[in-house]
């Protein structure tokens, strides 16, 4: 089953695809924020041409796993995109997901002024790796 992720942020919008089955996460791209109801219809369109049969939308929870401002966010958007499409979206906790993504970058060997960019397509790689093996390790053997 291909899944696709989606980092929310401000300014962009972090996207990456597993391969078919369901086990690899990479790193897809970005979509510049526009509006709510413009980047849900984008993501359900990309959803849609690469074939995916769920969509996973990042949450940021605090310290006491509460939903905050960001996280409330994040819920808008995947109520959203569930309004233009029909497949499944499911949130996820992405905590962490963006200092993750930072220090793949550093192990990998990305030079400092490569790191500075923009990490949101690695931050949703992170979070549809996290939510994939979850999964896999849930199911029978």
Known sequence: MRILAVDPGDK????????PGG?????WGVIHHVSRVID?????TLALSEGVQLIVVGQALDDNNEVGPA???????AQAIREQCSMPVVLWDESGSTQQARQAGII????????????DH????VILQSYLDAQNSSAPA
């Open 12 to 19: 962009r919008i972090g996207i990456a695809i597993s391969d």
């Open 122 to 125: 690695l931050a949703a790689t």
């Open 108 to 119: 990998l060997d990305v030079r400092r002024s490569h790191r500075r960019g923009h990490l």
């Open 40 to 44: 849900a219809a984008s993501i359900a």
């Open 71 to 77: 996280g409330r966010k994040a819920e808008r958007l």
């Open 23 to 27: 086990v690899i996460a990479n790193p």
